[in-house]
């Protein structure tokens, strides 16, 4: 009879941690994003790029073109028409000779504005960038980074990263050598164009 009772504390036992750890691997599962998470939307007041699964809505610049990127976890790459914008295996090849290209992505992870800062340092310190000092501003009423970096091989960029919850998002502007000011006017528009809930 005892050891029924026995047995039969044990069975509880184990479905009782099974169940706990399944509900822990639910909650605690690592989140990626994919290119299916964006849709492009063509509306009376231009292109909408939204992501709903991360909570993200932005408005492309008049006359842009929008495409998709299986690259990571999904990227969109925007560009003004008189860009010049080469692709290999289905990459942008920095850097661009004319015109402004704007990309975004979002990655799933929790970080702070120095993570950030470390490892965009980090991966650009490889590239042998020149990079500028990164400057604090808004998104939407939210802190974010700014910086310029400028390497012989890829170009000139400024990079963007806004962390929000468990995602960050990344904003990166590419330009031909002689449209830097257009460009970054224009990205600074983009960037008041970005909804984040």
Request: charged share 25%; with cysteine; glycine share 8%.
């Amino acid at each position: 009879m005892t050891k029924k009772i026995v047995i039969s504390i044990i069975v509880i036992l184990l479905l009782i941690l099974a169940v706990g750890g399944f509900f822990y691997w639910w909650n605690h599962r690592q989140i990626r994003g994919s290119v299916d998470d964006f849709v492009i939307k063509e509306t009376s007041e231009g292109k909408i790029i939204e992501n709903k699964k991360a909570g993200l809505t932005i408005k492309a610049p008049e006359g842009w073109e929008v495409k998709k990127m299986n690259i990571g976890e999904g990227l969109v790459s925007l560009n003004s028409s008189d860009a010049t914008i080469e692709l290999k295996e289905e990459k942008v090849v920095l850097p661009i000779q004319l015109g402004c290209l704007i990309q975004t992505n979002v990655i799933y992870k929790k970080a702070t504005l120095n993570e950030i800062r470390d490892e965009v340092l980090y991966n650009h310190y490889f590239l042998g960038a020149k990079i500028d000092n990164f400057v604090d501003i808004n998104i939407k009423n939210l802190t974010a980074i700014k910086n310029n970096l400028e390497t012989e091989k890829y170009g000139s960029q400024t990079g963007a990263y806004l962390p929000y919850g468990n995602k960050v998002y990344s904003f990166y502007l590419f330009w031909g050598p002689n449209d830097k000011e257009n460009c970054d006017q224009v990205f600074n528009k983009f960037l008041e164009s970005v909804s984040i809930r």
